[in-house]
């Protein structure tokens, strides 16, 4: 399994992985359509890094939002009304730092038009829901944010590993280890 907590920064929150079994659990309790994105995603996909929040790309439907609002609340968010409206309508982007960890609440990530083609190319690890690496390398490019930027190099590396990984899966001949 993923080792998801590396170097803490006292003071500083980082995603762990107790983190996403809390939010898939109360997720899965309510039904609630959502993936892993960001860098948290790719974490749990085995990128070795950290980050200081967790990230969802979550479905915008009106009957998906109201359970995801409250579901969040049930998990120990204290949502200000202005924050449930907002998760409720799918606002775009959203930032809990009101809660038992840090949470991005992601509704149209750039570079990805509709939510059902991601969940339709989405992997499962660990038993959670995670965006496939390509959409998430893919959103950070078209963001072209100056983090994003810094960080591509390591994910872009990441991602022709994870592939090279799973060809192996595949074809195991590729390799001159015996499957596992």
């Not at 960001?38 to 929040?53: E, H, V």
């Not at 990805?112 to 995670?130: L, S, T």
Request: charged share 30%; aromatic share 8%; proline share 4%.
């Amino acid at each position: 399994m993923a080792r998801l907590q590396s170097r803490l920064v006292p003071g500083v929150a980082t995603f762990e992985f107790r983190n996403a079994q809390e939010i898939g659990r109360v997720c899965r309790q309510h039904g609630v359509k959502y993936l892993f994105f960001g860098k948290s995603g790719a974490m749990l996909l085995g990128y070795s890094d950290t980050t200081q929040n967790v990230h969802l790309y979550v479905e915008k439907q009106a009957a998906n939002c109201a359970k995801l609002a409250d579901a969040l609340v049930e998990l120990g968010f204290r949502l200000t009304e202005q924050e449930q409206q907002e998760i409720r309508r799918g606002k775009d982007f959203i930032q809990l730092r009101n809660g038992p960890f840090d949470l991005d609440l992601i509704f149209a990530p750039d570079g990805i038009e509709r939510f059902e083609d991601a969940w339709n190319r989405r992997v499962e690890r660990h038993g959670f829901p995670v965006a496939n690496i390509d959409d998430i390398v893919g959103s950070k490019q078209v963001a072209n944010r100056q983090k994003d930027r810094e960080s591509l190099p390591r994910l872009l590396s990441f991602r022709e590993w994870l592939k090279t990984q799973q060809r192996v899966l595949e074809d195991p001949s590729r390799s001159g280890d015996p499957p596992h």
